[in-house]
């Protein structure tokens, strides 16, 4: 069955410091890997996208790993800022279908706390 | 641009009661979406359109149907709500397919619950 587990559920850190979230996937066939950030009661935000020939993608502050040999991702947050508490999304593409089935990792929560 | 608007922003019902969810966006994509997403949980496809007078089945489709009349707009309706439906429901767009390596657009969602 594919599944994205993300760890851990949740994390707390001191703004300025790093952190680094991650995404296993049992997807099959795989065709990308997205990273969202989700502010509470807000829609889910793109942060990444990534194909299998990608190791690494940065968006500002936010940077992405991929290591399609052992299906795993992560997403490092570098000095983190109190804007940053949300919720982080791992969503993996079998590209399947017209639509490439999207499955939904259950988010990690942070907060940065100052 | 306002991107992806959803209406109404809240709602409550009751049991049996039916609604329709408005989603609206403004970048002339091809595919909608619709969402939901439950404590504890991933989000969930309720179904999706690749294109004007489109629609399909995702995965969680039982209770619900979509139109998709006008590219712009993408409708979702509850013809027998149950508190099951209690969630909060996203509608996303994007220009071509996700598996094409395109960005989805998310709306800031509907909370909607059953009582």
């Known amino acids: 069955k594919n599944q994205v587990e993300q760890s851990p559920q949740s994390l707390i850190i001191l703004e300025g410091k790093n952190c680094t979230l991650q995404c296993n996937y049992t997807v099959s066939p795989f065709s990308n890997l997205r990273w969202y950030k989700q502010d509470t009661g807000r829609g889910p935000v793109s942060l990444t996208i990534m194909t299998f020939s990608e190791n690494t993608k940065s968006n500002g502050r936010y940077t992405a790993t991929l290591d399609a040999d052992t299906k795993q991702s992560s997403l490092h947050i570098t000095a983190s800022q109190l804007s940053d508490s949300a919720s982080y999304i791992c969503v993996v593409s079998d590209g399947g279908g017209s639509q490439g089935n999207l499955i939904f990792g259950k988010g990690t929560k942070l907060s940065v706390k100052p | 641009n306002a991107g992806v608007t959803q209406t109404p922003k809240f709602r409550v019902l009751k049991t049996g009661q039916s609604m329709t969810l408005l989603c609206a966006q403004d970048m002339n994509h091809e595919y909608m979406y619709w969402y939901r997403q439950d404590p504890g949980m991933g989000l969930r496809l309720i179904h999706y359109?690749?294109?004007?007078?489109?629609?399909a089945k995702g995965e969680v489709p039982d209770g619900y149907n979509v139109s998709r009349l006008k590219k712009q707009n993408f409708l979702l309706g509850l013809e027998s709500a149950a508190p099951s439906q209690t969630s909060v429901y996203f509608c996303?767009?994007?220009?071509?397919?996700?598996?094409?390596?395109?960005?989805?657009?998310f709306g800031p969602g509907t909370r909607l619950t059953v009582t």
């Open positions: 359109s690749v294109g004007e007078g489109t629609t």
């Open positions: 996303a767009s994007s220009a071509r397919g996700v598996d094409e390596m395109y960005e989805q657009y």
